[in-house]
């Protein structure tokens, strides 16, 4: 065939997924990724770059839709970038999660090891407990709120986003009103001078508490604090409306000092049976239904040791070892952030935890081998970077018996599991769990026994 040049327009089928969703095609010798194309379909695309290892095409035409292709159901899916697979039925998606985790343990990890079914989650919409909505204010004062389009910093406008939960969903739109209203500026390029960048907005999924924080590089909002009080009449379940300060040109969402406007600064959460203070910077799991499908398995891997002491690396506000502590072990939590590891405190003694779970500010690398002496089960669920190489040297050096890994990107976890396994540890079990249908990421849940 002829070499591919830049508008060549071809007839291809779609052989897989990549990892970050897009659909795979040859042509000839040449690999083409696809956005919005999925395994076993036919269609017409037309080449529009070239990358270094691989062409990418737009579809212009489906000459074969696949069995698992759906009607999106949100209105904005092929502008916004927040979602990028709700147009894959459930099923399909739910078996390219589980095989995108076999294809990196065998490829990164060289282990061919048994994955469990996906565990997925019903209802695969209205799932989401919290939204940091960007916005913009236009020249004509209107007001945008959105999610970004994909690859750009452009806000794609909207008044309802489905993943997330309706009972902060509905406050979309009469927010938006009332926000534009206000003539407060806005900071889209991240000026120190700007005025408000985000909206932010969470539900404790167990209880319907809300908590509302506004986003702004400055605390210049006049009436604010009036505006804050007509929220907290007009929605009961509203208990707090905050003011969180990020003045630096970057983008990072939210700033270290958060203001309380009215009611409080954090909202009350019910999980696994524990009472959780979660506040507006607080890093809890969006899932609540799906991050409570893991303690049960946290605790089945425990079941046929002894109660001792449990190390949880990445504590954060305390929201797996408050359960395993509840459970009878002792635990002791490492967290960078000094504000989690106050609120996972005051969360063990609200809920009378304190002699069996304590916490410290620190960085894992560092804090953690002094407490491998002593420890009989490890815990990690490490930023989606995965494990540094310091954490990785700590472990194999004093390997704990148990070791016990929840992971956001099967990549750099299959990476961090070649070099446990390469030595210290077997690999007993792998769950895949779905913790943001409609998008490209799965967790997984890894239980491995010292060898």
């Known amino acids: 065939m002829e070499n591919p040049v830049v508008g060549m327009k071809a007839e291809v089928q779609v052989t897989g997924l990549s990892h970050d969703g897009q659909g795979v095609a040859r042509l000839g010798s040449h690999v083409l990724f696809i956005n919005g194309a999925l395994p076993g379909e036919s269609i ?106 994909p690859g750009s910093h452009q806000i794609v406008n909207m008044n309802h986003c489905p993943v997330l939960d309706p009972r902060i969903d509905a406050l ?32 404790g999924v167990n209880t319907g508490e809300v908590l509302l924080t506004l986003v702004s590089s400055h605390h210049h909002l006049d009436g604010l604090a009036l505006q804050a009080a007509h929220w907290m009449a007009r929605w009961p379940q509203l208990v707090g409306v905050c003011l969180n300060l990020q003045p630096k040109p970057s983008n990072v969402l939210m700033g270290e000092e958060t203001r309380v406007i009215a009611g409080r600064s954090w909202l009350l959460e ?16 969006v899932n609540t239904p799906q991050a409570e499908r893991v303690v049960p398995l946290l605790l089945e891997a425990l079941a046929s040791l002894p109660p001792g002491v449990m190390v949880d690396g990445y504590c954060g506000i305390g929201t797996y070892s408050l359960p395993v502590a509840a459970s009878g072990w002792q635990v002791h939590g490492i967290e960078l952030s000094a504000e989690a590891v106050k609120q996972a405190k005051a969360n063990a003694e609200a809920n ?39 954490v990785v040297d700590a472990i194999l050096a004093q390997p704990p018996q148990t ?26 079990q792998i769950q895949p769990i779905d913790f943001f249908p409609q998008t490209i990421h799965v967790e997984t849940l890894a239980v491995l026994r010292r060898n």
Request: aromatic fraction near 8%.
């Open 44 to 149: 017409r695309v037309r080449l529009t770059y070239k990358a270094k290892r691989h062409w990418i095409a737009e579809m212009e035409e489906l000459l074969k839709p696949s069995p698992d292709r759906q009607k999106p159901p949100c209105i904005l899916a092929d502008k916004c970038g927040g979602c990028s697979l709700q147009h894959f039925s459930d099923a399909g998606q739910g078996h390219w999660k589980k095989q995108k985790v076999v294809d990196a343990l065998e490829r990164i990890a060289h282990l061919n090891h048994p994955v469990n079914p996906l565990l997925g989650c019903e209802p695969s919409l209205g799932y989401r407990n919290r939204a940091i909505i960007p916005l913009e204010r236009l020249d004509d004062g209107r007001l945008k709120a959105g999610y970004y389009r």
């Open 270 to 285: 019910q999980f696994c049976g524990l009472d959780l203070r979660i506040a507006a910077d607080t890093f809890f799991q």
């Open 172 to 203: 979309i739109e009469p927010l938006k009103a009332d926000l534009e209203a206000s003539e407060w500026p806005v900071d889209r390029d991240c000026k120190e001078s700007g005025g408000l960048r985000h909206l932010a907005l969470r539900v």
């Open 352 to 390: 009378n935890l304190s002699h069996l779970a304590t916490y410290e500010a620190g960085v894992v690398s560092r804090c953690l081998p002094e407490h491998l002496i002593h420890c009989d089960v490890l815990f990690l669920d490490p930023p989606r970077k995965g494990l540094d190489s310091f």
């Open 403 to 428: 070791l016990i890994y929840l992971s956001c990107d099967p990549a750099t976890l299959a990476r961090d599991l070649g070099q446990f396994t390469a030595s210290a540890y077997r690999l007993e």
